[in-house]
């Protein structure tokens, strides 16, 4: 089945009246809708309009108050909690912003913890705009069980995402997002979807056996990246995203949502910093970009983001190619 080219403009009113027809109101579609339309623009499909049907269904099951509005909260100068109240994680993290960097530029370093939210997106949307502040910033948050401990046999982590941003001022900030698992949960579902076969050494079936039929991995569970490595980043962000911040583990999360295919409540946890109050000068910029120079003069490197704003520049200027099946899915809600 042949795709269909979108504009950016109406990729964002399809996600925005479709989450308003379920039940949010504008200031939460809109948020929502921003974050959808971040990801089909810089080429993150896995993250766009693919992932509607599960924002819609948490507000069909009324897990997720799409009118809710999110509370700042300050609870040291250089800690700004947002209470989300049951939000999507965009509409929290566009309250929270301004108080983060307002905090960072007079602290140096602040952190914004958000509690009671549902986080069903790629995480380096989150960071562009602290980092268009001229600010450094890290994101994590974790999920439902979906990783195997190493050593393990069982789910027990999230697939736990982690990205940081670098400030680069009158360029793109440069922004890596990671999953901790060896491929994101939304990419196995992808290749599900399209009856692609998969990389062996991403997961295993239900009965812990190794598999390259996604399918099988959607029912058991995926592997850590780099073993007993990537199983330790992927419990540090358990830690920072639920016990930091007074919010749920991944497996505490699982036993009290619905299953009703939507992210589910939970926290996640950002932290900004202000490269000129830590270091005392303005100079950080000029070293930084001497050394990413440096990894530019390698044949065959790029920096993370390099990818998805080349992405940008072309999906601005031709429009977006969304899968038909995608679009069908929509239509049939």
Not at 94 to 108: D, Y
Not at 110 to 122: E, L, N, T
């Amino acid at each position: 089945m042949s795709d269909k080219i979108m504009s950016i403009d109406s990729i964002h009113e399809l996600a925005k009246t479709t989450l308003m027809k379920f039940g949010a109101d504008a200031e939460n579609a809109g948020a929502v809708a921003d974050t959808i339309t971040m990801a089909e623009r810089d080429g993150c499909v896995s993250h766009g309009l693919f992932r509607l049907a599960g924002y819609v269904a948490t507000l069909k099951s009324g897990k997720v108050d799409g009118k809710a509005r999110p509370k700042i909260n300050t609870l040291a100068p250089a800690v700004v909690q947002v209470d989300g109240k049951n939000c999507f994680a965009p509409h929290a993290l566009k309250a929270g912003r301004p108080a983060l960097i307002e905090a960072t530029k007079t602290c140096g370093i602040a952190v914004m913890p958000m509690i009671r939210v549902h986080h069903f997106a790629a995480l380096w949307p989150d960071l562009e705009g602290i980092c268009d502040e001229g600010l450094a910033a890290f994101a994590c948050v974790n999920y439902k069980p979906s990783v195997i401990p190493a050593g393990g046999k069982k789910a027990l982590y999230g697939t736990n995402p982690i990205a940081f941003g670098w400030p680069r001022p009158g360029k793109k900030p440069m922004i890596f997002d990671m999953a901790t698992s060896v491929m994101a949960r939304g990419e196995v579902a992808v290749a599900a979807r399209d009856g692609h076969a998969i990389s062996d050494g991403v997961g295993v079936d239900a009965d812990g056996n190794p598999t390259s039929d996604p399918n099988e991995i959607l029912k058991g569970a995926l592997l850590a990246f780099g073993g007993y490595k990537g199983s330790s980043i992927s419990m540090m962000v358990e830690l920072l995203s639920a016990a930091m911040i007074g919010e749920s583990f991944s497996f505490e999360a699982a036993v009290r949502d619905n299953n009703d295919g939507g992210p589910p409540q939970g926290g996640q946890f950002l932290f900004a910093m202000d490269p000129t109050l830590v270091r005392g000068d303005e100079d950080w910029s000029n070293h930084a970009e001497g050394f990413f120079d440096k990894i530019y003069e390698q044949d065959g490197t790029r920096l993370p983001g390099d990818r998805r704003y080349s992405n940008r520049a072309k999906h601005e200027k031709d429009g977006v190619s969304v899968s038909n099946i995608v679009l069908d899915k929509i239509r049939s809600l």
